[in-house]
């Protein structure tokens, strides 16, 4: 197909490009088998909301601003999770928030939200920074490693998918139970997440044969039971220990939180396994979509040098307006002056959204943007369409953080408030964002404060939408150590 309407001027990033228009839905589950993109074709990303119906199922795909509004803000309670979401995640992350409905899952939100303010931006900063300390050192190592001190002028090659992935895991493992990840522990949980994220797109799409939920849960179990067994030891690790809470004014990691959690309203708390539950989805949602992003926003630093230099420039600066700089690590109320690079972040998660897309259910029969949606449909939001669609952005395939500065034009200033949803709207809107974005800017802004980002012009990397946006061949590019 040609690409979207694209000024001359604006450089495209990779996407895999939508496939032409087709109505044999079998063909597109078979494509869909490797990735989910397989599923959309060029069409769906011009359209309001898309239909159709499959053995016996109706589906939509809603792109028009105002519908998914409707259903994911005002009629949120007319459009729960679909029961795909949890039997999907079920071997995996049990009846844990993210995936349950109605009081069972307010239940939940109300207790997670406390534990959250365990891991107010302040308090966690010192964890992050540590995390981060421990990447730049692997990296130096790696650079300095390459062709002697400082590597060879071509950069060192480095695979930012592995290393953000493990940035990101170190950072919530050192958030929830006070103590960095390990790299041979860390080695094999993320081979076994990275085998039950592939199995799982599969296990979406062969559901839609109608093949018997139980015996792919069961196929799906085989992949989570070495990623709960190592949670619930930690866990229990702590349960059995005990920590006093009258000797302390406040819990001291997110774990301590939850264990101690408890609902205003009825006065429960998290059991045993529904600690598991929620450990197992925090780190699953804490880990794999601040990893997808920031490979993404490494790669297209690597792309786009004015950006990066930009940025660079934007660090130096919050660094040289304070006492100590530019030796000392970047505080609190540094990171809140990187305007710029909250603008890249923004960018990044508008062409690539860690989660692609969610599914609601519709309880009653009713309209979506003038199309008719039966009741029980599955309803499909995707961040990936909307954030690419042609008639709400201009150059949609095109990075330009610009767009989401505060002298942005009001189109985009519009665009970025009315289709925009990376990390959903409303009640269920994901409570770890402005974690997830202080942690983003402090890999970026030390990253960039340390080295040059360059393309490796041998790798494209190879985009897959599974669970979460990632790479299938990771995403090579190559550091250069700058010199103060
Ligand atoms: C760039 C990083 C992140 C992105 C793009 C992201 C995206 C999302 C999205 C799209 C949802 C809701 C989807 C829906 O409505 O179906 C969600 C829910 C959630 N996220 Fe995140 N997330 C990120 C980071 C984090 C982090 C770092 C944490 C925790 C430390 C976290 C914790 C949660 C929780 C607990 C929920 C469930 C909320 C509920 O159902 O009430 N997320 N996230």
Redesign the pocket.
Known sequence: MTNPPTSPEAKEPIYPLPEPYTPNFLRRIRRGLYSWFGLLNEWDFRIPVGALRFMGLNLLLVNDPAAVRQV?VSEVEAFP?HPYTLWILEPLIGRA??SVNGEE?AQQ?RL?DQAFQV?QLQRVLPQMEGAVEALMERLEAQVDGCTGDGGSIDGCPVDADAEMTLVTADV?VR?ILSRPLEGAEAEAIFAAFARYQKRAGRALMLRFLRLPRRRLQGYLATHAAPIRAWIAAAIEARLDTGDDSSERSSPQDLLQALIEARDPQSGARFSRDGLVDQVC??FL??HE??AS?LGMAVYLLGCFPEVQQRLRAEVLQALGSRAGAPDRTLGFDDLRQLSYGAAIFNET?RLY???SF?IRESQANTELAGSRCPMRALVTLS?WVVQRHEQHWSDPNAFRPERFLSDANADDRRWARDAFL???LG???????A??QQ??LLVLAELVRRFEVLPDPEHEPELVARLTLRSRNGIRVRLLRLRS
């Open positions: 994911m999770k928030i993210f899952w939100r997670v891991a919530i958030t989805f925090l949602a804490g979509t601040s992003s998660l959204p860690p989660v969610f961040p990376p990390y959903g009640p269920r809107k994901c409570p770890g964002a974690f997830a942690e983003a």
